[in-house]
C-alpha cells in the first residue's frame, strides 16, 4: 500500500469545536492534530485505522471533532470500550480522550485494569481538576481544601496524581504535559502512540470557567514553567530553571532540589532520568513532585518494554491455531463423546 | 415409564459426575435423559452437614424427555445428611439406596434423628430401603490398586454408577471409557480402581436382583435418527455463538465477569483460541459489556454474558449500544434474586428488567430458550438478529437451563440459517446521496431497508465516523436535542424491534386452535408445562399449549391466538411478569398468571391441579 501523507487538516471533521474559549482542550486538540500526521507515517496506519472514544465530560467531546473513526460512550467507560476494540483489532490504533472525573473517579477501575494488562492503547487523560460539564464540583484531582459548589468549606480529600496511579497500576508508559506546551503534547503523543502497550499521557489542562489558574503557580508563563517545571528526557540529567541550574539528587530515600555548584552539590550528583527502568520506585516519586517543594515533573516518565495484552491474546490464537490447522466448528461439535442414533 | 433418579451427598462425594455419567449412558443406550444439577453454593460445606449435600437428578424414559422430572422413584443417598435433605424429594414407594456403612447411632443422632426410628422420622416407611455397605464395597473393591484410605474412598461414587447402571441394565462401557480417558495415561491406578468400583457396583445390583421397575425396549432409540452429544444450556449458548460467528464471517469476541450460573459459558468461549474466540475476563461486569461494545464497533459477533445482578450492572451500557445501534447479544442466565438472591437456583424473575431495566425508552430484544438443547437455536438466531438488525438482543436463559443436560442431535453449520450483516464499504455506498452529508462525510446512522445501521467497520476507507450516547438528528446522526428529532428517533427505535420479529417463526399452538384455555409458558417449563398440558388434553380437555420463545417484540401470532381462547393462563417461575407484559401488550381480558415464587421447578401434580381448574372453571 502506498504511503499517505497527511496534514494535521486531514484529521478534523470540520464541526464547530464547542469548548468554551480559553479551555485547554482546544491546545491539546490541535496537538492532536500534528501529532497524527507523524503517528500515521511512523507507523504506517492509515486515517480510517484510527479510532477516537471518549467517555463523558467536557473532554470526551472531542472525538465529534475528529475526522477518524470515533465513538463517544458513555460516563467512565472509554478504557473498557477501547480494550474490547483493540483486543479485537490490534490493526487499529485506539486513542481514549477521557477527564480526571471520567477516568479517575466513575471509570477508576477499567483506568487501572487497563494499566495493568497493558493493553496497547493511548489515553490522553484531561486534567483539569473539576467536573466541568456538570458546572464545578471537585474531582478526585481537585487540590486538597479546594473550595467548589459540592465542598464549600473546601474540599477534605486527598486526591490522586493520575500519573502516580498509573504507575502503580503498572502503566507501561507515563507522560505529563501541559496545555500550553504545544509541542512538547504533540511529541509526548506521538510518543504514547509508538509505544506498544498502554501509555498514559496526562494533559494538565486549564477550564478557564469553573478552576481557572489551577495549574498557575506551575505553568502559567514560560519562565513559570522553566522554574517549577522540570522536563524529563531519558538519558539526561534531570536539570530545570532558566539555565539549567538547578537539578533533583537523591538524599537517601527521598528527592532533593539542589542548585548545580552550591552545597558541594556537583553536575555527577544530579540524577540521570531512566524511563526504561523496570523499577518503579524513582517513577514513582518522579510523578508525585508538587510545587512548591519540587519542580512538577513533564515529559516521559515512564516508557518500559512489557508484552501487551492484545498482542498476548494474538499469540495464544496463533499457538492454538497452528496446534489445531484449518478447526471449523463443526470438528468441535461432532468431536469428544458423540453416538449415533440409527 | 419414566424414571427419576436423585443422586445425594457431600459436595465432594461426586454427585454431579456420577449423575452425568448415568444420564451419558442412559442416552448412550437410546434413551431420553434430562439433568437437573441440584448443588449448594458454598464449594464445600462442613461434611455430613444438611447445607453440604449436593444432589443431581436423571430422568429417562423410552421417549425423548423435555424436563427433569418430578419426585424420584430411586434416591441414592451417601450420608444420613443427604437423606435427611433429599427424602422430601422421593416419591412414597421410591426405592432408596443408601450406604449403609455411614449410619450410625452417632451420625443420625448429630442430625437430630433416631437411628432406631429415622425412616419413620421421614416418612419413608412405605419405601424401599435398600441397606447397601457402599464404603466396604468400595475399598474391598479396590483393595488390589494399592491406593490409600482416602483416594480408595473417592471411587464409592462409581460403586453407585455400577449399581444403578446394572438396575437398569444399562451397559457401563460407556462410563468405563470415560474413566479411561480421565485417568488412563495420568493415573494407571486409579483408573483400574475406578472401573474395578463399576463392576463391584454392577455385580451388586445383579447379584441382588436389584432390579429397576422400568426396562426400555432393547435396541429401540427414543430419539430421532442422527449424531447427538450431551450438551448443558451453557455449553450449547457458547456452540450457538460458535456456529453464529463462523457462519457471519465475524469473529467472537466475549466480554464477561464471572457470576454463577452464567461463568461456564465464558469458560467454555475461553477454551476455543483455535476457532479464533477472543474473550476477556473483564474487571467488572460493565467491562464486561463495554469491551463487548468495543469489539463489536471493531466489526465483531460480540457477546457478553451474565446473571440477574450482572444485568443490573449492564444497563447503562445497554442503553448505549441501544442507542448507537450496535450489535451486541447479551446472555442473562436467570437465577434467584432479588440482590445475590439464591445464586444456585433458577429462576425467570429478570424478565421484567431485561425489557424495561434502563433508563429512557430504550425498547430492544428479548429472546428466550427453553431447554438446553434449544439454547443452542437461541443464541444462534439472537447473534443472527444482532448482527443483521444492527441492535442488542437479550438472550435469557436460567440456571436449569445452563447446568441441565439433554442430548443435542448435533447441527451443522452449513444447515443453520445464514447469517448477513449490512457491512458496507464506501464503493457500495457510492450511489446512495443520503448516506453522506454536504460535506461528502458518511452518516453514520444512513441504514438498509430493514432499518438496520449499515455497519462501516473501522479500517474502512471513506467512511470514518462518529458514533455516541447522545441523541441525534435521524437523517444526519449530528447531534441534536430538537424535540422533534427525539420523537422520530424513539419512533425509531422501536420500529427497528419491532420489526425484527420478522426474523423468528410463529408460535406454534399444541391442541385446537380456539378453546377454553391455552396454556403459556417460557424458559426452562416449557417442557414440564407442555408435557402436563398434553396429559390433560390426552384425558379430554379442551386446552391447548404454546411456548413463547420472543418477548419483545411479541412473537407473530401470538395475540392472535390468544384472542381465540376463553382463558389464558401464564406458568412462570416469578411473580407474573409475562402475564403482566401480556396484558399490557393484548387486549385478552382473562390472562391468569400461574406464578410461582419459590425458586423451583413446577411440580406436574399440582401443575395439573391448577391447570384443571382454570380448566374446568366456569
Redesign the interface.
Known amino acids: 500500500m502506498a504511503k499517505i501523507e497527511y496534514t494535521p487538516n486531514d484529521f478534523r471533521n470540520g464541526n464547530a469545536v464547542k469548548w468554551c474559549p480559553g479551555c485547554g482542550d482546544h491546545a491539546v486538540f490541535n496537538s492532536v492534530l500534528k501529532a497524527l500526521p507523524e503517528v500515521s507515517e511512523r507507523l504506517n496506519i492509515p486515517r480510517e485505522n484510527f479510532a477516537f472514544i471518549s467517555g463523558i465530560g467536557c473532554s470526551s467531546r472531542f472525538v465529534y471533532y475528529m475526522n477518524t473513526y470515533g465513538f463517544h460512550t458513555i460516563h467512565g467507560r472509554a478504557a473498557a470500550i477501547s480494550t474490547g476494540l483493540k483486543t479485537a483489532r490490534p490493526d487499529l490504533s485506539v486513542w481514549v480522550c477521557s477527564g480526571d472525573g471520567d477516568s479517575l473517579a466513575i471509570g477508576g477501575n477499567h483506568f487501572i485494569h487497563a494499566c495493568r494488562r497493558n493493553i496497547d492503547l493511548n489515553l490522553i487523560l484531561f486534567n483539569n481538576e473539576i467536573y466541568g460539564l456538570t458546572k464545578g464540583q471537585y474531582s478526585p484531582t481537585s487540590k486538597l481544601g479546594k473550595i467548589t459548589k459540592t465542598s464549600p468549606f473546601g474540599t477534605i480529600e486527598e486526591p490522586f496524581s493520575p500519573a502516580v496511579l498509573a504507575i502503580g497500576a503498572k502503566a507501561s508508559f507515563v507522560a505529563r504535559t501541559i496545555d500550553m506546551e504545544l509541542d512538547l503534547t504533540k511529541d509526548m503523543l506521538v510518543e504514547g502512540a509508538c509505544h506498544k502497550g498502554m501509555s498514559v499521557i496526562e494533559t494538565l489542562v486549564n477550564c478557564v470557567i469553573f478552576n481557572h489558574k489551577t495549574h498557575a503557580d506551575y505553568a502559567d508563563t514560560k519562565a513559570i514553567r522553566e522554574e517549577r517545571t522540570i522536563r524529563l528526557v531519558h538519558g539526561e540529567k534531570m536539570l530545570f530553571g532558566a539555565n539549567k541550574e538547578k537539578g533533583l539528587v537523591l538524599d537517601g530515600l527521598r528527592l532533593k532540589v539542589v542548585t548545580v555548584g552550591e552545597d558541594g552539590y556537583t553536575i555527577d550528583d544530579v540524577l540521570t532520568h531512566d524511563a526504561h527502568s523496570e523499577d518503579t520506585a524513582l517513577h514513582t516519586m518522579l510523578a508525585s513532585m508538587r510545587y512548591p517543594d519540587y519542580p512538577v515533573a513533564v515529559g516521559v516518565i515512564r516508557d518500559v518494554a512489557r508484552p501487551t495484552y492484545d498482542s498476548e491474546v494474538a499469540r495464544q490464537i496463533e499457538e492454538q491455531q497452528s496446534a489445531k490447522p484449518n478447526m471449523k466448528a463443526d470438528d468441535l461439535f461432532f468431536g469428544g463423546e458423540t453416538w449415533k442414533v440409527e | 415409564m419414566s424414571v427419576v433418579i436423585r443422586f445425594s451427598g457431600d459436595s465432594g462425594d461426586g454427585m454431579q459426575m456420577v449423575g452425568n455419567l448415568f444420564s451419558?449412558s442412559a442416552?448412550?443406550a437410546?434413551y431420553g435423559v434430562f439433568t437437573f444439577p441440584d448443588y449448594p453454593a458454598e464449594v464445600r460445606a462442613p461434611q455430613g452437614t444438611v447445607a453440604g449435600v449436593s444432589g443431581f437428578q436423571v430422568h429417562f424414559d423410552t421417549h425423548a424427555v423435555t424436563h427433569e422430572g418430578d419426585k424420584c422413584n430411586i434416591l441414592v443417598a451417601m450420608n444420613p445428611a443427604a437423606l435427611v435433605a433429599h427424602s422430601k424429594y422421593a416419591t412414597a414407594t421410591a426405592t432408596i439406596l443408601l450406604d449403609s456403612d455411614g449410619f450410625t447411632k452417632d451420625t443420625v443422632a448429630k442430625l437430630g434423628y433416631d437411628i432406631e426410628t429415622i425412616v419413620e422420622q421421614l416418612g419413608l416407611q412405605e419405601c424401599n430401603i435398600v441397606e447397601a455397605p457402599i464404603t466396604q464395597m468400595t475399598l474391598d473393591a479396590v483393595a488390589q490398586c494399592e491406593l490409600d484410605r482416602k483416594s480408595a474412598l473417592k471411587c464409592r461414587n462409581m460403586v453407585v454408577l455400577g449399581i444403578t447402571l446394572g438396575m437398569y441394565d444399562i451397559a457401563t462401557d460407556?462410563a468405563k471409557k470415560?474413566v479411561e480417558k480421565k485417568f488412563g495415561v495420568k493415573n494407571p491406578l486409579v483408573c483400574k480402581a475406578n472401573i474395578a468400583a463399576i463392576e463391584a457396583g454392577e455385580n451388586y445390583a445383579k447379584n441382588t436382583h436389584l432390579v429397576g421397575e422400568t426396562h426400555a425396549e432393547k435396541g429401540v432409540?427414543a430419539?430421532?435418527?442422527?449424531?447427538?452429544?450431551?450438551i448443558n444450556g451453557n455449553q450449547a449458548v457458547a456452540?450457538g455463538f460458535?456456529?453464529a460467528a463462523?457462519k457471519s464471517g465475524r469473529?467472537l469476541?466475549c466480554?464477561s465477569y464471572p457470576i454463577t450460573p452464567a461463568t461456564g459459558i465464558l469458560e467454555e468461549l475461553a477454551k476455543?483460541?483455535?476457532?479464533?474466540v477472543?474473550t476477556?475476563q473483564?474487571?467488572?461486569e460493565?467491562?464486561g459489556i463495554?469491551?463487548?461494545?468495543?469489539?463489536?464497533?471493531?466489526?465483531?459477533l460480540?457477546v457478553t454474558t451474565t446473571s440477574g445482578p450482572g444485568l443490573a450492572l449492564k444497563s447503562?451500557?445497554l442503553?448505549?449500544a441501544v442507542m448507537?445501534q450496535i450489535p451486541l447479544v447479551v446472555v442473562d442466565v436467570q437465577r434467584g434474586g432479588p440482590s445475590t438472591g439464591l445464586p444456585t437456583k433458577s429462576e425467570q424473575a429478570d424478565l421484567l428488567q431485561a425489557m424495561y431495566g434502563r433508563n429512557g425508552d430504550s425498547p430492544l430484544v428479548v429472546l428466550t430458550a427453553h431447554s438446553p438443547a434449544d439454547c443452542f437455536e437461541k443464541a444462534y438466531m439472537a447473534a443472527k438478529i444482532a448482527l443483521e438488525r444492527m441492535m442488542p438482543v437479550v438472550l435469557l436463559t436460567d440456571g436449569n437451563l445452563a447446568n441441565g443436560t439433554e442430548p443435542w442431535l448435533?447441527?451443522?453449520?452449513?444447515d443453520m440459517p445464514s447469517i448477513t450483516p449490512p457491512i458496507v464499504s464506501r464503493e457500495e455506498l457510492a450511489e446512495k446521496a443520503e448516506c453522506f452529508n454536504e460535506?461528502g462525510?458518511f452518516n453514520p446512522y444512513s441504514a438498509n431497508e430493514n432499518l438496520a445501521r449499515y455497519w462501516a467497520i473501522?479500517?474502512?476507507?471513506?467512511?470514518?465516523?462518529?458514533?455516541?450516547?447522545?441523541e441525534k438528528q435521524p437523517k444526519t446522526g449530528a447531534?441534536s436535542y430538537s424535540p422533534a428529532d427525539h420523537a422520530s428517533m424513539g419512533a425509531l427505535r422501536a420500529e427497528r424491534v419491532e420489526r425484527a420479529k420478522e426474523l423468528m417463526p410463529a408460535v406454534q399452538i399444541e391442541g385446537a386452535t380456539e378453546g377454553d384455555l391455552l396454556v403459556l409458558a417460557w424458559g426452562s417449563n416449557v417442557g414440564k408445562v407442555s408435557e402436563v398440558v398434553a396429559e390433560v388434553r390426552n384425558e379430554g380437555g379442551n386446552v391447548a399449549y404454546a411456548t413463547i420463545s420472543l418477548i419483545n417484540p411479541l412473537q407473530a401470532g401470538i395475540a392472535e391466538a390468544m384472542s381465540h381462547f376463553k382463558r389464558v393462563l401464564v406458568c412462570e417461575s416469578n411473580s407474573g411478569q409475562l402475564a403482566s407484559h401480556l396484558r399490557s401488550m393484548t387486549s385478552h381480558k382473562d390472562i391468569r398468571s400461574l406464578a410461582d415464587m419459590g425458586a423451583r421447578p413446577f411440580a406436574a401434580e399440582a401443575l395439573k391441579a391448577d391447570i384443571l381448574k382454570n380448566l374446568n372453571e366456569n
Do not use: M, N, Q
Open positions: 451419558e442416552a448412550f437410546g460407556y470415560f432409540s430419539l430421532a435418527k442422527g449424531t447427538y452429544r450431551s456452540w460458535i456456529a463462523e469473529k469476541f466480554g476455543h483460541k483455535a476457532l479464533g477472543k476477556v473483564a474487571e467488572d460493565i467491562a463495554c469491551t463487548a461494545i468495543g469489539a463489536s464497533f471493531g466489526g465483531a460480540a447503562e451500557a442503553g448505549l448507537a448435533i447441527k451443522r453449520v452449513a460535506r462525510l473501522p479500517g474502512t476507507e471513506g467512511l470514518e465516523h462518529r458514533l455516541g450516547g447522545l447531534i
